[in-house]
């Protein structure tokens, strides 16, 4: 029998050029909140956000909501953007905000690296997928050294 | 607007006879699907065995990660968790996609475990509740100053010795 289960949805649009928004849906056995997150490229930088809780478990959760603006200003990637995130957000408000805030950032941070491959690739047939993500090293902070590819 | 990019991430927590958890954990996102699969133990929260896939990948190089998950086998649920699986399935010789998946299950194991008091708590209304959230902070300590419902100022804290 199941004991527990939580899904996360993350959708990810570009409704400007170097703008990338994120809308992201937590739902478990005992918490469901969302989120709307607004990041500016080049630079990742947080520029909005705004949350929603639908449950929860204490009369004084609600104070959480204000603290998602701590995240305001940070660049993904940044140093310590992770426990940056986990302590602005939530330590001072939500663990499970913070969750679903580094949920939506990785979105937006995959759709910013591997987002503009196909229409690349439709230009030019000879692009190869290391020519591509050699080039992605270079403009993506803190993508090097991240992983096995990129090490 | 039309979506550039989609994920679902769904981890499940099944009670298993033989006194253990299976914790299933898959991601589908537009460029990445992955999957893992942990026996945990009880009553020590004890990864008994793993196994998992990297079913769609922008590289095929993604594959060559997927045995670093053994490593987790032996690891308890507990303080140092985190950093023990991001330096040995994340990191640079690593892939941080299958250490988040690991790590998504430990936390819904803890989940798993708070949800049976929080049962009774959630339900019960004013002074019954504060009384009983403020029994629930002195047995489980570690909650105190874990979010802003337990953060100094709370009425939870009220009377609570830290």
Known sequence: MLSFTRTKVIGVESPKENILLAHGVLDDNIYAMELDVEVKLPDFEITGIQGRMKRVTTAECWKAVPKLGNAIGLRIGEERFISKINRGVGKQGCSHFANLLLECCDAIRQQAIYGGWQKLKEKDASLSKETFLKEQLKKIPGLKDSCLLYS | ?162
Request: glycine residues 8%; contains cysteine; aromatic residues 6%.
């Open chain 2, 1 to 162: 607007m039309i979506l550039d990019y989609t994920r679902c991430k769904h981890a499940s927590i099944a009670e298993l006879e033989e006194n253990s958890l299976l914790v299933r954990v898959a991601v589908e996102d537009t460029f990445y699907a992955a999957e893992v699969e942990m026996v945990v133990g009880l009553p020590a929260l004890e990864v008994t065995s793993i196994k998992g896939k990297v079913k769609r990948a922008f590289s095929d190089k993604c594959q060559q990660a997927v045995p670093l998950l053994n490593e987790v086998v032996g690891m308890r649920v507990g303080s140092g968790i985190i950093k023990a699986v991001n330096d040995l399935v994340g990191g640079p010789s690593g892939c941080p996609r299958l250490a988040d998946l690991i790590l998504e299950g430990f936390n819904d194991v803890i989940l798993r475990y708070t949800m049976p008091p929080l049962r009774e708590i959630v339900p019960l209304a004013g002074q019954a509740q504060l009384e009983a959230y403020q029994a629930y902070l002195r047995k489980s300590p570690r909650l105190v100053g874990s979010c802003i419902a337990f953060a100094e100022g709370s009425p939870y804290r009220e009377g609570l010795e830290v």
